[in-house]
């Protein structure tokens, strides 16, 4: 990869375009089909879901919104929610299936886990589906271990990475 091609992630100010609306549509339709509830767009999504898509500025106020790039092309997102109780979350990975293999996600969750280091929180927590095994497998390999579930939907994989 030529360092033209190299990705490079920033944080969504907010205010420049969409941001990450269309990677989090994307996002969110796939889950839905995975969970096997797939809807034909983002208006038959759940409203909390159809939020996130169409005000993400407002839908994540207080957090940490990653875009990843190549040139002016986004490649992917990822949002770090603020720490409470000691603790922040990822959410929302996501890499355009055309970008997968080239380091999209990984440049995210290294940008995510300096944030977090930043910010001085215990731990870092994630969830992500059971069939999403190359997700596991990744985070898996940034220090995430299993742990007991905090959220009780089923199928989702709690995962925590301590920080201290």
């Known amino acids: 990869?030529?360092?033209?091609?190299?990705?490079?992630?920033?944080?969504?100010?907010?205010?420049?375009?969409?941001?990450?609306?269309?990677?989090?549509?994307?996002?969110?339709?796939?889950t839905e089909a995975e969970k096997g509830a797939a809807v034909a767009d983002v208006t038959a999504l759940p409203e909390r879901y159809r939020a996130e898509?169409?005000?993400?500025?407002?839908?994540?106020?207080?957090?940490?919104?990653?875009?990843?790039?190549?040139?002016?092309?986004?490649?992917?997102?990822?949002?770090?929610?603020?720490?409470?109780?000691?603790?922040?979350?990822?959410?929302?990975?996501?890499?355009?299936?055309?970008?997968?293999?080239?380091?999209?996600?990984?440049?995210?969750?290294?940008?995510?886990?300096?944030?977090?280091a930043d910010t001085g929180v215990e731990s870092v927590r994630l969830s992500v589906w059971a069939w999403r095994t190359d997700a596991i497998a990744l985070y898996e390999r940034f220090g995430f271990g299993v742990t007991t579930s905090w959220d009780e939907r089923n199928q989702l994989v709690c995962m925590e990475r301590v920080t201290a």
Do not use: N
């Not at 990705?7 to 796939?30: E, F, I, N």
């Not at 409470?84 to 979350?89: K, L, M, R």
């Open 53 to 116: 898509v169409s005000d993400p500025q407002a839908a994540f106020a207080d957090d940490f919104v990653l875009i990843a790039k190549r040139a002016d092309t986004p490649l992917g997102c990822l949002v770090v929610t603020a720490p409470a109780g000691g603790h922040s979350e990822i959410k929302r990975l996501w890499t355009d299936p055309a970008f997968r293999g080239q380091g999209v996600a990984s440049a995210l969750i290294r940008a995510a886990l300096a944030h977090t």
């Open 1 to 30: 990869m030529s360092e033209r091609d190299e990705v490079t992630v920033v944080r969504w100010a907010g205010h420049d375009g969409d941001g990450p609306a269309q990677l989090l549509a994307a996002y969110h339709l796939r």
